[in-house]
């Protein structure tokens, strides 16, 4: 007996648009039995995770700073795997972005003034940019495979960071600890209100990429290109367009992407370089932009829904008493409903029977 | 329709139930590094939050978060507890340190207690910390007696001052035994990482040292060292469980007086800002039990824990050369808390470089 997945010839318009609010009522009734079974009510859990974080002001301060980075960084790999790049190694570029553009407050403390904080984000771009460009050149030149030597970078991109900060980036006055020193004013991303929070530009930064990256995707050539090569490199080449430029400008887009994620973080959130300036990011975006359906406008809202799956079980920790374990596979049921759905709604499981003996 | 009513009756009557519960006197919130169940750093935490409210019953109510990053995390957690009703947070983790200023800037009203940091920047901000480097002298002249290779194997986390006082401790402790005696360093760049400690701790032993020691937080060298048949200090926590065979004895890291002497100067009214660097003597540093030694080493163990409670040795007592050869400290001089707070060198006999 076998499992198999067949296409389903039309599959439904309607529920392909509902597809993720069906996914997040799946998951809230699988949480509210998990819930159940942990001895904790499940209204409160699910009021917690869904509801709690959204009702107060600093709280959604909180979830744009949470959702920036994700956002940012998933947008540009989303043009990656549009054009069927595999670029695995967002949180090196995120890291390399984050070290080029500290630079300034670090080496050159003494210089300030409003040209820091521009200059700054530019070298983060840069910076991630050109992590981005390793794995690339070496595709488009060599053929090598993007995913494996992209991620390897991101290992070498830690290291890199780990060994700045406890070696020549060290703070001088920080007793030895393993971290920069603090960047001074004026290299500090301005919050965006900060009367009601510390939520900074990153977000707003995020916003104008997903829309700009919507439009290029959707309206101009460029993008038609990325799709199409994306889709059928043999089509897209019989029409012209060129396979290596493809890749070389969809790793640098992502790197740009990513790297001004990693400044924003470290300008607008942390204020310093320390060993560890993410948690991850650069991998949880790939799953952003999956959800988003590697759609920018899609990938906003799924930014915003798992920066609150993050709240959501840290507030759970606190009110239910529940360990972070609990939290985690919460937002494990909650991704794999997505991709559930989504599946489901295109394929249609066909359990065959066992092969006869002619 | 009656079925929503009746569930909505049933949320307004479980906030209810909430609000209530949270009647004690003292909200004390805790934020761990790793998960509760590392049985090292964030485990010992844990347990001293246990005691706490064994300790003070209904007068405390107590909340935690486990495995929250350093960085942006650690700053919102510790404003949700802030915003959350919590009258003192403790911080458990050194890269919690500006975290925990800035928020404390913000709750005036709340009290922040940061482990290991040096910053206090507001009234309401307070570090502890403890002289772990005490156990790790006797470990030393325990390592020294059992050893018949005069190697010990030492996984560092990070070349931080914490750890490298670790070292040069138990390297002076180990040289009152046994002037010739070495000690290798394996750096393994992490707190918490099974995975890595245990190859740090089979490199070390194919490098012929027959006892190891720890500044990471899991027990996988322990359970390492139990395989290869060797022994093994254990670290932050008792280990005795992952080898009976194995552990000589352990640093135990014991929270709990500390948080309980903390919330009931709070509850009396007698709360003050500290800074503090507790050890032996407060109950702070406990050594496990000594096991798989002969009598006479456990003797003298158990003599220097006595002679270091009293405050009759301090394991920094000169003369003590560094590394590099030249004089740290004269006979008989102590050395003084900034530099110890700042350790960046070995002493002489550490067969390894501090990465600087």
Redesign the interface.
Same mark, same amino acid.
């Given at each position: 007996m076998r499992i198999e997945l067949v296409r389903r010839p039309n599959p439904s318009a309607l529920y392909s648009a509902l597809s993720p609010l069906l996914a997040l009522a799946i998951t809230a009734a699988l949480g509210a039995v998990m819930f159940a079974l942990l001895g904790k009510?499940p209204?409160?859990a699910l009021?917690s995770y869904f509801i709690e974080p959204l009702t107060?002001v600093?709280?959604i301060h909180?979830l744009l700073?949470?959702a920036a980075p994700l956002i940012l960084i998933a947008v540009g790999l989303s043009v990656c795997f549009l054009s069927n790049n595999w670029n695995i190694g967002a949180e090196g570029q995120f890291i390399m972005g984050a070290i080029a553009g500290s630079a300034l407050p670090i080496l050159a403390p003494d210089f300030q003034g409003p040209l820091v904080l521009p200059a700054m984000l530019i070298m983060g771009m840069l910076g991630g940019m050109a992590y981005a460009a390793i794995p690339a050149v070496l595709k488009a030149r060599f053929n090598t495979n993007e995913i494996l030597s992209s991620l390897m970078l991101v290992y070498v991109a830690q290291l890199f960071l780990?060994w700045l900060v406890?070696?020549p980036w060290r703070n001088p006055e920080g007793? /030895?600890?393993?971290e920069s020193r603090?960047f001074h004013a004026d290299a500090i991303l301005p919050e965006i209100m900060s009367s009601s929070g510390?939520a900074h530009y990153g977000f707003v930064f995020a916003i104008i990429a997903a829309l700009v990256v919507w439009f290029t995707l959707n309206r101009t050539l460029k993008g038609f290109e990325i799709r199409v090569l994306g889709q059928s490199p043999r089509a897209g080449r019989f029409a012209g367009f060129s396979y290596t430029t493809t890749v070389i400008t969809t790793f640098l887009i992502a790197g740009a992407l990513a790297g001004l994620a990693g400044i924003s973080?470290v300008s607008g959130?942390?204020?310093?370089l320390?060993?560890?300036?993410?948690?991850g990011y650069g991998f949880t975006a790939i799953i952003v932009a999956f959800l988003g359906r590697l759609n920018p406008l899609g990938i906003v809202a799924a930014g915003l829904v798992l920066a609150l799956s993050y709240?959501g079980g840290?507030?759970a920790?606190?009110?239910l008493?529940v360990? /972070?374990?609990v939290s985690n596979v919460f937002q494990g049921i909650l991704l794999f409903s997505v991709l559930a759905c989504d599946t489901l709604i295109h394929y249609r499981i066909r359990i065959a029977g066992p092969a006869r003996a002619e | 329709m009656r079925n929503t009513t009746k569930l909505m009756l049933a949320a307004v009557a479980s906030f209810g139930m909430a609000a209530q519960a949270q009647a004690a006197d003292v909200k004390a919130c805790f934020i761990y590094v790793g998960p509760i169940g590392d049985f090292g750093w964030s485990y010992q935490h844990d347990q001293g939050r246990l005691e706490l409210e064994e300790a003070l019953g209904d007068k405390v109510e107590t909340a935690y978060l486990e495995s929250v990053p350093e960085g942006a995390d650690a700053e919102r957690a510790i404003e949700r507890f802030a915003r959350s009703g919590c009258n003192i947070i403790f911080t458990t983790s050194f890269g919690y340190m500006d975290a925990t200023n800035k928020v404390a800037a913000k709750f005036p009203d709340v009290k922040f207690e940061h482990a290991t940091g040096y910053k206090r920047e507001t009234p309401n901000v307070s570090t502890y910390n403890s002289k772990f480097y005490q156990g790790r002298y006797v470990q030393g002249q325990i390592a020294a007696k059992m050893s018949e290779a005069g190697v010990a194997g030492y996984i560092g986390s990070f070349p931080i001052p914490e750890v490298v006082r670790g070292i040069n401790s138990f390297m002076l402790g180990a040289q009152s035994v046994n002037p010739d005696f070495a000690v290798k360093v394996v750096w393994a760049n992490t707190w918490f990482d099974p995975g890595k400690e245990a190859d740090a701790a089979k490199a070390l032993i194919d490098q012929g040292v027959d006892i190891i020691t720890q500044h990471t937080d899991s027990t996988a060298p322990m359970q390492v060292a139990a395989e290869r048949g060797i022994k093994a200090f254990g670290q932050a926590s008792d280990m005795i469980n992952f080898g009976p065979e194995t552990q000589l004895t352990a640093i135990v890291d014991d929270w709990g007086p500390y948080y309980i002497e903390r919330v009931q100067a709070l509850l009396d009214g007698t709360y003050e800002s500290v800074d503090v660097w507790h050890g032996m003597a407060d109950g702070n540093v406990v050594m496990a039990p000594y096991a798989n030694m002969p009598d006479d080493v456990k003797a003298m163990a158990e003599e220097t824990e006595a002679a270091i409670t009293s405050g009759e040795l301090e394991p920094f007592t000169g003369p003590i050369t560094k590394q590099d050869g030249s004089e740290w400290l004269a006979e008989g001089e102590q050395a003084d808390i900034g530099t110890l707070l700042g350790l960046n060198f070995y002493v002489a006999g550490v067969d390894d470089q501090l990465p600087q």
């Open positions: 009510a209204h409160l009021y107060e600093w709280s909180e700073i949470k780990d406890r070696g007793f /030895n600890f393993p603090n510390r973080e959130a942390i204020g310093q320390r060993p560890v300036i993410s948690p709240l840290e507030a920790q606190i009110t008493g360990s /972070n374990k | -």
